[in-house]
């Protein structure tokens, strides 16, 4: 692919670094306007030539951009006519490993499901948003959240972005569960202390990951699949490892410590392992959970997630620092915070106001009477 000038005498082509003509030795002729030509190379691989006229070298430019672009688009629309969603799948997850993406597994699992109901044959033409609607179904019939119906979406878009980026993405026109993430699932004090309590009679290892879950505001696969690696006695903090982000360590209170403490020195590398396999994290807490609402008489939704808005709602009541929140739970952005728990900060505003000293002796007292007897 390139530009060439063609000369007056010969009418040979020659490079745009060429004083002269290679045929006839003539000296290509000067100035802004030349007689240009362009050569590029077509889907088939094939050379193609065409003569652009007495321009200036800006519009052969052009010329030979729009060219290149039509061979690009035809290139793709020839990979779109055969790609299958398990082709798709297949590449982003190589992107991910060759990136060292900490949700690499995560979003393997979607996929692979979402090839398990559409078929590995599928092509990525005929995804429509009905299928995609179709997919949301399923999976709410297999009692998954709102939120990880959601997540396969969004790992499907991303998928679709990585190599048909210039095409209508079917993920982004299907209809997401949870258009307001605000929802944050809050009981009261009596609730909460009869919940630890049943959770510590009945099912010890599950009040030890709400513990743990309520006073680092981790999630819960980070909760459940927390190494001893990870849990720094001396130094007294619990590192992770975020997206992208690097190394993130969180403080651990002394109800945290204790209750780690108590459990240190099994012999498997996860803090809570499997009670089938040691070398596997504990799996699903949810039918425990959910014994352990009815024990308490909590019949309201609640999901072992809250545990960690409980957290954010508990500092903010107690500190009033948004920054403080943004850091515990981890978040990149401080707009996500306050996006999240933006009631909870503006409860605490007349509080505020009432806590501003003012000097009453900068009042007139016949201000203050009049005020009074009105």
């Known amino acids: 692919m390139g530009i060439m000038v063609e000369c007056s005498e010969c009418y040979g082509l020659n490079s745009l670094r060429n004083f002269a003509c290679w045929r006839c030795e003539f000296e290509l002729p000067r100035g802004e306007k030349r007689v240009y030509w362009v050569q590029w190379s077509d889907a088939e691989k094939r050379w193609r030539s065409k003569r652009v006229g007495l321009t200036t070298e800006l519009i052969a430019r052009r010329v030979l951009k729009k060219r290149t672009e039509a061979v690009r688009k035809q290139k793709n629309d020839a990979l779109f006519a055969k790609v299958t969603f398990a082709d798709l799948a297949e590449a982003y997850i190589l992107g991910l490993e060759r990136k060292g993406a900490v949700s690499t597994k995560d979003a393997q699992r979607c996929l692979q499901r979402m090839i398990f109901f559409w078929g590995g044959k599928t092509l990525v033409k005929c995804l429509t948003p009905d299928m995609i609607h179709q997919l949301q179904l399923y999976l709410r019939r297999k009692r998954h959240s709102r939120s990880y119906v959601d997540r396969h979406v969004a790992v499907g878009r991303a998928a679709w972005n990585t190599l048909f980026l210039d095409r209508p993405n079917p993920f982004s026109r299907a209809a997401l569960s949870c258009i307001e993430n605000r929802v944050v699932n809050l009981v009261s004090r009596e609730d909460e202390e009869r919940l630890f309590a049943a959770a510590r009679e009945q099912f010890p290892r599950l009040w030890q990951i709400m513990v743990v879950s309520l006073g680092t505001g981790l999630r819960q696969g980070k909760v459940r699949t927390l190494t001893w690696r990870q849990v720094d006695f001396e130094r007294g903090v619990i590192w992770i490892e975020q997206k992208g982000r690097g190394r993130h360590e969180l403080p651990m209170s002394s109800?945290?410590?204790?209750?780690?403490?108590?459990?240190?020195?099994?012999?498997?590398?996860?803090?809570?392992?499997?009670?089938?396999?040691?070398?596997?994290?504990?799996?699903?807490?949810?039918?425990?959970?959910?014994?352990?609402?009815?024990?308490?008489?909590?019949?309201?939704?609640?999901?072992?997630?809250?545990?960690?808005?409980?957290?954010?709602?508990?500092?903010?009541?107690?500190?009033?620092?948004?920054?403080?929140?943004?850091?515990?739970?981890?978040?990149s952005d401080v707009r996500t915070t306050a996006h999240l728990y933006e009631r909870f900060i503006r409860s605490n505003v007349k509080d505020a106001v009432e806590s501003i000293p003012i000097p009453m002796s900068a009042i007139p007292v016949e201000r203050c009477t009049a005020g009074c007897e009105e």
């Open 255 to 331: 109800a945290v410590r204790w209750v780690l403490s108590r459990i240190a020195g099994n012999d498997s590398r996860y803090v809570w392992p499997s009670p089938r396999r040691r070398d596997k994290p504990i799996g699903s807490v949810r039918k425990s959970w959910s014994r352990c609402k009815e024990l308490a008489g909590i019949t309201q939704p609640l999901r072992l997630h809250d545990l960690r808005h409980w957290t954010a709602t508990k500092i903010l009541a107690a500190t009033s620092d948004l920054k403080a929140v943004k850091e515990t739970l981890g978040h």
